[in-house]
């Protein structure tokens, strides 16, 4: 089973611009289906993005439409979510998930999760 590791998450002004990183470990990250969601304080874990296991398809929330970008990294195992204009609404928890069976944005079907990174939007 893979183990995923976030990071790059911090403070940011709005506006500006992260790279989170997803660095999985035991298994390769090309065997799963990825996706990122987050969780804002005192709110339900959303959705943000997915790619495929092949990184042939993606999508995004309609939070993250225009602004976010994943992608897949197969020689360094690692997904990536790059993230512009950041605006203080998207301050949360940032985690990334795998799924086996699952090429969906269904949160239900992904089963294995790292521990999550934090994002801060300052106004």
């Known amino acids: 089973q893979v183990q995923l590791v976030e990071s790059g998450g911090g403070l940011v002004q709005a506006g500006g611009s992260l790279r989170l990183s997803c660095a999985a470990s035991g298994r390769a990250v090309s065997s799963y289906h990825m996706g990122w969601f987050r969780q804002a304080s005192g709110k339900e874990r959303e959705f943000v993005a997915r790619?495929?296991?092949?990184?042939?398809?993606?999508n995004y929330g309609n939070s993250a439409k225009g602004r976010f970008t994943i992608s897949s990294d197969r020689t360094k195992n690692t997904v990536y979510l790059r993230m512009n204009s950041l605006k203080p609404d998207d301050t949360a928890v940032y985690y990334c998930?795998?799924?086996?069976?699952?090429?969906?944005?269904?949160?239900?079907?992904?089963?294995?999760w790292g521990q999550g990174t934090q994002v801060t939007v300052s106004s």
């Open positions: 790619i495929s296991r092949n990184g042939g398809s993606s």
């Open positions: 998930a795998a799924s086996e069976y699952y090429d969906s944005d269904y949160i239900g079907g992904y089963k294995i």
